[in-house]
């Protein structure tokens, strides 16, 4: 396991045993949610990954463009040539975080075999990636 935090960018990556969660707060750029992929992809322990919570719920702000969401789904793409059996759960509040689930949805839906849910809780969150890791310790 472990937990990395990024003290000049505003998220938290904590890997679980069959997950990752990101935990973003203040305000998230599209340069922190490409990092942030970034600096999973490349880890020896994505190949064994179920789940990814982006927990939105602490962001105040919101600074990405298109070009940002049209990146990170082309990186997921990439990613699920070599993990296609991951469930991507973004939680949030506000509008502006679900507009970006939902972009993000747009660009990734039909092109990649990663399912992706927006949840307003992470309970909610929790016990949907939890289907795909019954039997193992989250």
Not at 51 to 58: N, S
Not at 102 to 118: G, L, Q, V
């Amino acid at each position: 396991m472990g937990c990395i935090v990024n003290i000049l960018m505003a998220y938290k990556i904590e890997w679980t045993k069959r997950g990752v969660i990101w935990t973003y707060s203040r305000t998230m750029t599209g340069e922190d949610i490409l990092q942030s992929n970034l600096e999973i992809f490349g880890d020896e322990r994505f190949d064994d990954l179920r789940y990814q919570i982006a927990d939105m719920t602490a962001v105040d702000r919101i600074q990405m463009e298109d070009v940002h969401i049209r990146k990170m789904a082309f990186l997921d793409m990439a990613a699920a040539r070599s993990n296609s059996k991951i469930r991507v759960a973004i939680v949030s509040t506000t509008d502006a975080a679900k507009d970006l689930g939902d972009a993000y949805k747009k660009y990734a839906a039909e092109k990649s075999p990663w399912e992706t849910r927006i949840f307003s809780s992470r309970d909610a969150a929790d016990a949907w990636v939890a289907e795909v890791t019954e039997g193992h310790s989250t």
